[in-house]
């Protein structure tokens, strides 16, 4: 058995560039090998994909498109996809614990990789091939995990893996697939930052664009349910960002409540304070990004994933409630101050368990700070009590543990 890790980056986020997102710290973070739950080696190999718009290509003109278009517009969401399906295809064996993370757009990619996932399974090796196939099946709105067309796919090019109830006794009745035994296939774990758009791509400009709105229906996410194979996940969420085009795409537990051996506690989504791009990361201050950071890796480490013990120290040191909301970020590029020509508060955070613990503490730590999104819940934020242990002068940085009363 091994960790299988896949890191999808934000819009215009590389891995080389200075100022990393949580998914390029997390992918370096990673270690190659942890202790398994039985004391076993377990080896943990990562596979990050810079963002939309980063210039990917391989010349200079399929790059600045890229950037040009990546970035704006979305393009490549599909392309980011495949490849990380394709990393699986080739690498994942029966058994293997699979971890999903993703940021902005990478997350709306996370998230359609785990639905890929749910209805194509994953190809064996051998059939590298049917790979398009896969994520052509995923696109068709009418061929959902459960269809005959879906089942009869895993059947014949992903049988050594089971996604639904009742699947290998339905091929053992039908005569279809390859293994006598195949495994019910579960992903370890799923953590996004800020998913954005109710598409996954920003919608008002995108639509515009001559064949726009055909483009914002293939992106769609085919509905916002989260998958049951999905054994665990946490969403961190932007509290204060303003773009009409970045509303955020929570997840639904539709498929999820009831499941046996399922508990929706397992699928948080928390409000953290800042940004879009100071929750998930990459600007120069790192107070906020760095909270969010340890709320989402907290829930990968209670699956078994392991990261380095100096870099995660780091980060707890970096965290902080009071951090600028913009991530310290001074000036503003093209393509954002168009999107900043329409913006609104983002709705209101549905309830007080969604708010973060960090968003509380700034909520009573900064006066100034009383935003929207959190106005109908004023009144449980002012009695909130931070539980400060008896001899510490201020509260403890989130995820840092509190120190010892002397």
Known sequence: MKRIVVCCDGTWNRLDSEEHTNVGRLAAAILGTATGADGTRVTQIVHHLDGVGSGRGTGRASQTVDRLFGGAFGWGLDALITEAYRFLALNYEPGDEIYVFGFSRGAY???????????????????????????????????????????VFRARYASHVTTIDGEAAWREREGLGDHPDPVRLRLAYLGVWDTVGSLGVPRGLFGMMPGGGRAVRRHSFHDTKLSPLVAAARHAVAIDERRWDFEPTLWQLDDILGKPGLDPGDYPQQWFPGVHGAVGGGGPDAGLSSAALLWVLEGAEARGLRVDGGMRKAWVREAAFDGPLDAGRTGRSLADRVFRLRSRDRTAVPGFDNVSETARRRWKGVAAYRPNPLAALRDRLDGWDAGVPEGEATPPRPGEPPLAAE
């Open 109 to 151: 990619c996370a998230r359609s990789l785990c639905g890929l996932i749910g209805r194509a399974g994953i190809v064996e090796r051998r059939h590298a091939d049917r790979i398009d196939d896969a994520t052509r099946l995923y696109r068709d709105p009418a061929k959902g995990s459960a269809s005959e067309a879906a089942r």
